[in-house]
């Protein structure tokens, strides 16, 4: 998996500028479909934004692309993933995409 990590001032910013590049389906509201079909998705591009004084600003842009061509946003709160079931299910794909092909 080769997914890019971009850098842009605020949450706003970088979900203004996936949407440029068509990422616009609203990912979060079949965060089911994420949780149940992890394998479905493919995280193109992440984005991290993490607030300067508090943790709680914490936020993550995942910019991912379905099986069947969709392309979309994910935004996940601080990286407390205990209440955000398909947050995990994106961050496990990303360990995924790292580890060395068998």
Excluded: W
């Excluded at 842009?8 to 965060?31: P, Q």
């Amino acid at each position: 998996m080769d997914h890019q990590m971009y850098h842009y001032a605020t949450v706003s910013k970088a979900l203004e500028e996936l949407a440029e590049k068509g990422f616009t389906v609203d990912f979060n509201l079949e965060a089911d479909r994420i949780k149940d079909c992890g394998d479905c998705f493919e995280i193109v591009h992440i984005y991290r934004y993490e607030g300067a004084t508090d943790p709680g600003d914490e936020a993550t842009v995942y910019g991912i692309k379905s099986d069947k061509g969709e392309k979309g946003v994910y935004v996940s709160g601080d990286l407390s993933f205990s209440e955000d079931e398909a947050a995990q299910t994106l961050h496990e794909l990303i360990i995924k995409g790292r580890q060395p092909s068998e």
